[in-house]
């Protein structure tokens, strides 16, 4: 089984050597080796078979057809000592307090341009940034991020770094609890000899954290009425909003389902109008209110905006969060670290180039072929370009658009994302993941334990989002048990 098992020269988060687990994966590893090629390849199927039963999906779109399908699952799972999930922690929470601040400034007073830090342009011409519907808002905490899902790799030395920032709408939280509960279903063996972070209480956190967002003028703070509201059951997250609005016990509403009156947002039941305090919304800004963003939006609720502006509901997460989770703003995070918190960043970035610097710009168009460039508007693993697996022809495309927009466009060192074995068709072979983190804020901030781990499973690809291949895998992160790991 494992003997075949490729290593190279990336970081493995399960093995030391060819031969040798690392200390944490002792205990799995010794269990994986007692069970027989046919007994995985069987267990295998049925976690397959579970995803499908519990209808656990997402949309892929292709040329304007959606084709729903289910998430792959790989059970070798990720486990993270209890010492390297402190160090996350503690970077998740500073970099989202960072980023919070970030977004209270630019909507305010700009202090952060004003000194010199991020240049005023980054912002003014971001389309994510909507100054005149978002500034000067009195939101509930200053709290503009109720959930941010934060992007980490690790590079050839095992060091963790940030990838990407997902602060408008993150999706993938539903996939975690249910990689858990598939786990502990088909693998339960697997738990026996493992003390693991609990999930047990995650959802009750999230709960907790969005009624915390009570707005100013509620008339039952203490008894707020929350729903999530969604694009639809064409959205591409969709079963995750569904299970999120269930988990948590709120409405699963669409905008059609919703109207203002008198700056007061109601929802239509059989019973009349109910009145709306908190909307956890998964529709993008320009979709939600079609008299302050896109006037041929049929998905929002018209007058939103309006009630939200004085204070009788609350949104999250936060109108405009877009200009800080943009690409390019990506490379002043740990500026906005230093500039705010006067400390340094615990995770750092990934080395990033800026192609509206000439300097950088003319540097990366020679170096295409070994580069990572990324559209600084795109998520998904789209309008992408990843150097060393790119023929020429792509190449010069990707050449052309910069040229042309240059703006449009960052670039990063080709790092050598950190793999994992992966079990698939019969065999384990190394797959390279990352690992999106969760970090809920309320009156506190919280971070899950573990997050979703999402592996490439295409052999050989860099890309680990789901539309484009990829699968996930459960995250166990140890609790620390004496001297060693239970």
Same mark, same amino acid.
């Given at each position: 089984?494992?003997?075949?098992?490729?290593?190279? !020269?990336?970081?493995?988060?399960?093995?030391?050597?060819?031969?040798? *687990?690392?200390?944490?994966?002792?205990?799995?590893?010794?269990? =994986?080796?007692?069970?027989?090629?046919?007994?995985?390849?069987?267990?295998?199927?049925?976690?397959?078979?579970?995803?499908?039963?519990?209808?656990?999906?997402?949309?892929?779109?292709?040329?304007?057809?959606?084709?729903?399908?289910?998430?792959?699952?790989?059970?070798?799972?990720?486990?993270?000592?209890?010492?390297?999930? #402190? @160090?996350?922690?503690?970077?998740?929470?500073?970099?989202?307090?960072? =980023?919070?601040?970030?977004?209270?400034?630019?909507?305010?007073? %700009?202090?952060?341009?004003?000194?010199?830090?991020?240049?005023?342009?980054?912002?003014?011409?971001?389309?994510?940034?909507?100054?005149?519907?978002?500034?000067?808002?009195?939101? &509930?905490?200053?709290?503009?991020?109720? =959930?941010? $899902?934060?992007?980490?790799?690790?590079?050839?030395?095992?060091?963790? @770094?940030?990838?990407?920032?997902?602060?408008?709408?993150?999706?993938?939280?539903?996939?975690?609890? #249910?990689?858990?509960?598939?786990?502990?279903?088909?693998?339960?063996?697997?738990?026996?000899?493992?003390?693991?972070?609990?999930?047990?209480?995650? =959802?009750?956190?999230?709960?907790?954290?969005?009624?915390?967002?009570?707005?100013?003028?509620?008339?039952? &703070?203490?008894?707020?009425?929350? +729903?999530?509201?969604?694009?639809? !059951?064409?959205?591409?997250?969709?079963?995750?909003?569904?299970?999120?609005? %269930?988990?948590? $016990?709120?409405?699963?509403?669409?905008?059609?389902?919703?109207?203002?009156?008198?700056?007061?947002?109601?929802?239509?039941?059989?019973?009349?109008?109910?009145?709306?305090?908190?909307?956890?919304?998964?529709?993008?800004?320009?979709?939600?209110? &079609?008299?302050?963003?896109?006037?041929?939006?049929?998905?929002?609720?018209?007058?939103?905006?309006?009630?939200?502006?004085?204070?009788?509901?609350?949104? +999250?997460?936060?109108?405009?969060?877009?200009?800080?989770?943009?690409?390019?703003?990506?490379?002043?995070?740990?500026?906005?670290?230093?500039?705010?918190?006067?400390?340094?960043?615990?995770?750092?970035? +990934?080395?990033?180039?800026?192609?509206?610097?000439?300097? %950088? @710009?003319?540097?990366?168009?020679?170096?295409?072929?070994?580069?990572?460039?990324?559209?600084?508007?795109?998520?998904?693993?789209?309008?992408?370009?990843?150097?060393?697996?790119?023929?020429?022809?792509?190449?010069?495309?990707?050449?052309?658009?910069?040229?042309?927009?240059?703006?449009?466009?960052?670039?990063?060192?080709?790092?050598?994302? /950190?793999?994992? *074995?992966?079990?698939?068709?019969?065999?384990?072979? &190394?797959?390279? +993941?990352?690992?999106?983190?969760?970090?809920?804020? $309320? %009156?506190?901030?919280?971070?899950?334990?573990?997050?979703?781990? @999402?592996?490439?499973?295409?052999?050989?690809?860099?890309?680990?989002?789901? /539309? #484009?291949?990829?699968?996930?895998?459960?995250?166990?992160?140890?609790?620390?048990?004496?001297?060693?790991?239970?």
């Amino acid at each position: 089984m494992l003997d075949q098992y490729e290593m190279e !020269s990336f970081f493995d988060e399960m093995m030391e050597d060819k031969e040798q *687990p690392k200390p944490h994966y002792e205990h799995f590893y010794q269990m =994986l080796r007692r069970f027989s090629i046919d007994n995985l390849h069987e267990k295998n199927e049925t976690a397959q078979l579970s995803f499908l039963r519990k209808g656990i999906t997402f949309t892929v779109y292709n040329d304007t057809v959606g084709t729903e399908r289910t998430m792959p699952f790989d059970f070798v799972p990720i486990i993270i000592p209890s010492e390297n999930w #402190q @160090r996350i922690e503690k970077g998740m929470k500073q970099r989202v307090k960072a =980023l919070n601040l970030f977004l209270e400034d630019i909507y305010r007073n %700009q202090e952060i341009i004003k000194d010199g830090i991020i240049p005023g342009e980054l912002v003014e011409q971001n389309p994510y940034y909507y100054r005149q519907q978002a500034s000067g808002l009195d939101i &509930p905490y200053q709290n503009h991020i109720f =959930l941010a $899902g934060i992007d980490l790799i690790r590079d050839e030395h095992g060091e963790y @770094r940030v990838l990407e920032d997902n602060l408008r709408n993150p999706s993938g939280l539903s996939y975690v609890f #249910q990689n858990r509960y598939v786990m502990r279903q088909v693998y339960p063996e697997l738990f026996f000899e493992h003390a693991i972070e609990t999930l047990e209480h995650q =959802l009750s956190e999230l709960h907790q954290a969005l009624m915390a967002h009570v707005p100013a003028n509620s008339t039952s &703070p203490d008894n707020p009425c929350a +729903v999530l509201l969604t694009p639809g !059951s064409y959205n591409s997250a969709y079963y995750d909003h569904v299970f999120l609005a %269930q988990q948590m $016990g709120i409405e699963l509403v669409e905008g059609r389902d919703l109207l203002v009156r008198d700056d007061v947002v109601y929802m239509k039941t059989i019973r009349g109008l109910k009145r709306v305090d908190i909307i956890y919304r998964r529709i993008d800004d320009d979709f939600l209110d &079609p008299d302050a963003f896109d006037p041929k939006s049929v998905l929002g609720v018209r007058g939103l905006l309006n009630a939200y502006r004085k204070g009788n509901v609350a949104i +999250v997460n936060g109108i405009g969060n877009g200009v800080a989770d943009d690409k390019a703003m990506y490379a002043y995070v740990p500026d906005m670290i230093r500039y705010y918190l006067d400390e340094e960043p615990i995770i750092p970035n +990934v080395e990033t180039y800026f192609l509206r610097n000439e300097e %950088q @710009r003319t540097y990366v168009l020679d170096h295409l072929d070994e580069l990572v460039v990324k559209n600084v508007g795109a998520s998904g693993g789209y309008d992408m370009l990843i150097g060393p697996h790119a023929g020429k022809e792509e190449i010069a495309v990707f050449r052309e658009k910069i040229l042309e927009k240059p703006n449009q466009y960052i670039a990063q060192p080709t790092i050598k994302l /950190s793999r994992a *074995p992966a079990f698939q068709k019969g065999r384990f072979y &190394p797959c390279h +993941v990352d690992l999106r983190v969760f970090v809920m804020s $309320g %009156q506190e901030s919280h971070v899950l334990p573990g997050g979703l781990s @999402r592996v490439a499973l295409k052999e050989g690809s860099l890309v680990v989002n789901s /539309s #484009q291949g990829g699968g996930g895998k459960d995250t166990w992160v140890l609790q620390k048990r004496g001297n060693g790991y239970a």
